[in-house]
């Protein structure tokens, strides 16, 4: 049961994802988007982590993608129409690059899928009572305490930046 | 083959929820009709049914006969999924939301079910996140539509959702420090008892600024009068659902309705205790948990017909300058009492 559930999410995930990249309209892309952290968000809850799951709903797709859609829709973003091909638009150099980006990408799947069935993840004894929630309070409060403070002052930097690049000239 | 008894209550379960859910919608348009008649000093429609109980039906058995019209410059895919994504949230958010104790269909069953559709233990933010996908179908909605007005609303409306949405969360996150859970069954279950024999345990008690700042924001992210700018007849003509008719008129107005549902039934939840009361047996419980959600739909229509409306700017100014700093001493100070007094 879990199995079928999981090719599900998968195969949504990457079929949006895919079609994200193949859309004329840029909203559909947009919102081709949504639905692939949905799918994310359905694999998190597979792996026994319901609180990544709702979180990435949250911040993911309901806030920063209301922002794209935001950008999208107020700077009318337009249709692409593909007068040229992609050989002319990117040249040469351009091929090339691909063309090694493609065999790196082909290696990386290769590799993945040979270590099908290794998993370092577990349940041990003291996961079993605690709910993630709380666990993952402890570990960040506790464990990685600098990296939340830091995280915490980048946000703070991008808030006032945001508020002084929108601010009309008096 | 046999069938599951517990697989066939669930289901049923999820039955009723759903039916339950459009039927309130239907009884909020009567209500609000004859709420508002009321305080204006006249009756309201008395023809359809008793007291014009049978009003709504008529209202929906006219929509669905009107003509579906669609702009031609509509962008077709978005314009016909916008109020589908607003009604399916609005529906989705109400599946964690407890209403009676475990029941056991009176032996039926082996083992005792909840009386919820599921139960999640961070069900709090699954509502959240829920509410956020909410904003998506009013911004397609003003954006498919391809007219200035729809636009506007649409914007307005999503940029109120949005803000309110914070004083919103640091009102739940207030709530999820006194009961120490997310899980919506924990928090009614933690307001159980009386103080004193006869104060129930109600978290309305300890958290008094809390509620006001959650109701404020529950009405603000409903669009509900006075935070109904968006929606405003006079400036906007119908604000985002301006191009709709017929049935996907009435899909947006069910999410809105069913919203303001969902938001009273989370405030009974956090707030008034639930499902909890005395002097009824437990399978009967989830009476009171009408009657409290009732009352405070009643609230929301009542401070619909009584208030005037924000203008936007005032509405913004109020949701970031005086809302949200509140939500955060108040978020401050709970954590402070937790501390001390254990």
Redesign the interface.
Known sequence: MEAVAFYIFAAIAVVASLLVVGQRNPMYSVMLLIVSFGALAGLYVLLDAPFTAVTQIIIYAGAIMVLFLFVVMLLNVEREDSATSVATMVGPTGMKLGAGLSVLLAIEVVWALSRLGESHFGHDAETVNISSVARIGQALFTQHAFAFEATSILILVAMVGAVVLARRER | MSVNPTIVAHLGLIFVVFNMLVLSAAFMVWLERKVCAYIQDRVGPNRVGFEGSLQPFADVIKLMFKEELRPQAA?R??FVIAPIISACAAFAAFSVIPFGTETTLFGLLEEPIPLQVTD???AI??I???A??G??GI??AG?SSNSKYS?LGA?RS?AQM?SYELSYALALAAVIMLAG??SLREIVMDQEGYWFGFIPRWYLFLQPVGFVIYMIAGVAETNRAPFDFPEAEQELVAGYHTEYSSMSFALFFLAEYVNMVTVSAVATSLYLGGWLGPFLPDWLQWVYFLLKVFLLLFFYVWMRWTLPRYRYDQLMEFGWKWLFPAAVLNLFATAALVLWLG
């Open positions: 962008d895919l978005l999640v233990n961070v933010l699954v959240f996140a829920i956020s996908m904003v998506y911004v397609l954006w636009l914007l999503a949005i859970s997310l």
